[in-house]
């Protein structure tokens, strides 16, 4: 089969991310061509609970109204910020995500019951938005020539919403169950006695995620917020800086002799002073042969003369 790289870039996404905004779009599409209408989308706790139309649980959070501007304004911020989400601070932990999800979700449902909330997919793409901006403080951003840092972008979305005349209060609904989330998640179990609260059960590890210690892609922590760094006492410690080079000239030393390092290079050292040696000694005897024959010469003149 050809390779199709579309489908390699879908296939790319992270599963969470990649599941909520193929249901958001194919909901969205569904309705456009009225195969569906929101009336059975929207959450209602009476056709709910007493009809038992339970689908609408989490129908309500798939739909951004027709296809237009805010629908493609929302499930951008999804798509984006959820994927930041999934392959940074969640990377390896599907489970936790899915859980954070899921304690979103029912927190929101809570909410929009009390307050006749309709639907409830914006306010969900805040609570991720605000949870991402608070794991990443010092990024500095740029919304409509406004320069902020992350935590500052709900914020900045709010007062979009405002501007447009949008229901605003829900996006404070987004911002409200997130900063519970990440309260629990990040605040608190660091806290004197504080513990983690809201990691995923057991059961969602085992469905969800494999075994973490041979997890290749676990996440990581970037070079700079890991804990240690450059040994700058080892350029200074002798082992470092001459026992490499001894260990390495004993190998070498054996080979050339073709065994034991230790007693192989004593029989070549051996062998190559023996063979100096000879040297030196041809080299004198030829010297005391050409004295000899000079002298020779020499008394040989002096008697002629």
Known sequence: MAHNPLLHEYMAVPPVTRAYTTACLITTILV???FVTP???YFNPYLTFRELQLWRLVTNFLFFG???FHFFFNL???YRYSRMLEEGSFRGRTADYVYMFTLGGVAMLFCGYWFSILFLGQAFTIMLVYVWGQRNRYIR??????????????WVLLGFSFLLGSVFWVDLLGIAVGHVYYFFA???????GGFDVVSAPQFMKMLFERDESVDANAYRPPVEDQPGGYDWGAALRPDLMMGNDNANAQPAVGAAGGGDGDDDGGVVLGGLRRRRQRNNNDAGGEGDTTAGETGGDDNEDADAT
């Open 66 to 68: 027709q296809l237009g």
């Open 76 to 78: 951008i911020f999804v």
């Open 186 to 192: 990040d605040v608190f179990p660091r806290m004197d």
């Open 32 to 34: 456009q061509i009225e």
């Open 39 to 41: 009336l059975q989308l």
């Open 141 to 154: 951003m740029n919304f409509l020539f406004i320069n902020f840092r992350a935590p500052q972008l709900p």
